[in-house]
Antibody, heavy 122, light 109 residues
Framework: QLQLQESGPGLVKPSETLSLTCTVS??????????WGWIRQPPGKGLEWIGS???????YYNPSLKSRVTISVDTSKNQFSLKLSSVTAADTAVYYC??????????????WGQGTLVTVSS | EIVLTQSPGTLSLSPGERATLSCRAS???????LAWYQQKPGQAPRLLIY???SRATGIPDRFSGSGSGTDFTLTISRLEPEDFAVYYC??????????FGGGTKVEIK
């Protein structure tokens, strides 16, 4: 059974960089059938896609966040990571890592991590 | 950029009733790229439907999706107690990018 687990600081100061890692277990991150992504959800609000990465390292970012986001992959550790720079209180959210399945076309975000709350505050 | 508008914002129904949730896109969306998710408090979203009408693994057949172009619908034929939750539609676009609707909360009447 595939599992995804987010890890990283739960508190980040304004103007600093938020860094999270997603560890994938029960399956390989190096598969041509999947993208790996980050999605966030501010408290009490809806879902926002941050960006996605392919195992080859190709990245795709939400245009509204692109200038501040970097997503990377480490296939040797079966992990991928998120960095979001110059954070403000508006970046306070639950951050989810996820798998996006592309087998015979788009088949949805079918696996999610449990989510980790990141609070931006001094 | 495609915007997804979900309606109603809140749906108040009783167990056993039929729920009909709407998702309208600001421009035409390929049915192949439209998905629906269920989210309960404190949990990650769960994939229900992809390709507008295909149920994900393990999803009961009381959940069904339909629609094309700019109008999509998620139907829950008979609400079970565990179905009261927030539902999101989502579109997969170029790049590849994901866009979510604002959500519909299905609450117990």
């Amino acid at each position: 059974q595939l599992q995804l687990q987010e890890s990283g600081p739960g508190l980040v100061k304004p103007s600093e960089t938020l860094s999270l890692t997603c560890t994938v277990s029960g399956g390989s991150i190096s598969s041509s059938s999947y993208y790996w992504g980050w999605i966030r959800q501010p408290p009490g609000k809806g879902l926002e896609w941050i960006g996605s990465i392919y195992y080859s390292g190709s990245t795709y970012y939400n245009p509204s966040l692109k200038s501040r986001v970097t997503i990377s992959v480490d296939t040797s550790k079966n992990q991928f990571s998120l960095k979001l720079s110059s954070v403000t209180a508006a970046d306070t959210a639950v951050y989810y890592c996820c798998r996006i399945t592309m087998v015979r076309g788009y088949q949805g975000v079918d696996y999610w991590g449990q989510g980790t709350l990141v609070t931006v505050s001094s | 950029e495609i915007v997804l508008t979900q309606s109603p914002g809140t749906l108040s129904l009783s167990p056993g009733e039929r729920a009909t949730l709407s998702c309208r896109a600001s421009q035409s969306v390929s049915s192949s790229y439209l998905a629906w998710y269920q989210q309960k408090p404190g949990q990650a979203p769960r994939l229900l439907i992809y390709g507008a009408s295909s149920r994900a693994t393990g999803i009961p057949d009381r959940f069904s999706g339909s629609g094309s172009g700019t109008d999509f619908t998620l139907t829950i034929s008979r609400l079970e107690p565990e179905d009261f939750a927030v539902y999101y539609c989502q579109q997969y676009g170029s790049s590849p990018g994901l866009t979510f609707g604002g959500g519909t909360k299905v609450e117990i009447k």
